[in-house]
């Protein structure tokens, strides 16, 4: 089992849709999860952290459930700015001790069209 | 505020060449620096990580290796590249010790083909 899944993708939506992306983690005791952004050709930029209360930022949510070890995002309203790679985003185990490692997601490809 | 830089953006280098990638911090002290490998299609691997200047640690058997001579300075090098070496280097940073979280920051990485 991989340590981090997601949806295997690409999505194809139009504008103004509302897309649901899904991650599975293997670890248990991870403690820390984003999601980031990746723009082809480009690095991977940080959209937004993931707190077990759940959080929101503008048209995006991030949703965490540590039972189920399973964080979603919630794009609404999609724009066409929005195409870009999505990649969950989990801390490996003994991050204290061994400089806050990240295991990246596969991630997943959104295309936005008019 | 931080930055992060990379160079070059781009390189091509034939098989059996040396190789070296420097990555350097500013506005922010003591960070961890990480370097990861995107191959084509492919997500991102770890290659190394350092909590400290002359501390590496290795995550996955390879051709290449990693110094920090300074605090905001991280190499990645290798003496005799192979063709499965191409991909998007990646270099990034962390605050250290941050107590509930460990987002990173990347940055604008280098293009290598292996020719």
């Known amino acids: 089992r991989k340590e981090v899944e997601q949806d295997p993708g690409p999505f194809n939506v139009p504008e103004g849709a509302t897309v649901a992306f899904n991650c599975t983690y293997s670890?248990?005791?991870?403690?820390?999860f984003f999601w980031y952004r990746q723009d082809c050709r480009k690095e991977p930029k940080l959209l937004m952290s993931v707190y077990s209360s759940g959080n929101e930022d503008g048209r995006f949510t991030a949703q965490l459930n540590r039972a189920s070890q399973y964080i979603s995002l919630l794009i609404r309203d999609s724009k066409l700015s929005d195409s870009a790679t999505y990649l969950c985003v989990v801390t490996g185990p003994g991050i204290y001790n061994q400089g806050g490692k990240l295991i990246f997601g596969q991630g997943t490809e959104l295309s936005v069209k008019p | 505020s931080q930055t992060i830089h990379q160079w070059p953006a781009t390189l091509v280098q034939p098989v059996g060449s040396p190789l070296s990638l420097e990555c350097t911090v500013e506005g922010t002290s003591n960070p961890n620096l990480y370097w990861y490998r995107q191959a084509a299609g492919r997500g991102l691997q770890l290659l190394f990580y350092?909590?400290?200047?002359?501390?590496i640690s290795s995550e996955v058997p390879q051709n290449l290796s990693a110094s920090r001579p300074q605090d905001r300075q991280f190499i990645l090098s290798s003496k005799k590249l192979l063709l499965s070496d191409s991909g998007f280097y990646l270099c990034?940073?962390?605050?250290?010790?941050?107590?509930?979280?460990?987002?990173?920051?990347f940055g604008p990485g280098t293009r290598l083909t292996v020719l």
């Open positions: 990034a940073w962390s605050v250290r010790l941050a107590i509930s979280y460990n987002e990173q920051f």
């Open positions: 670890n248990s005791a991870s403690q820390s």
């Open positions: 350092s909590v400290g200047i002359g501390q």
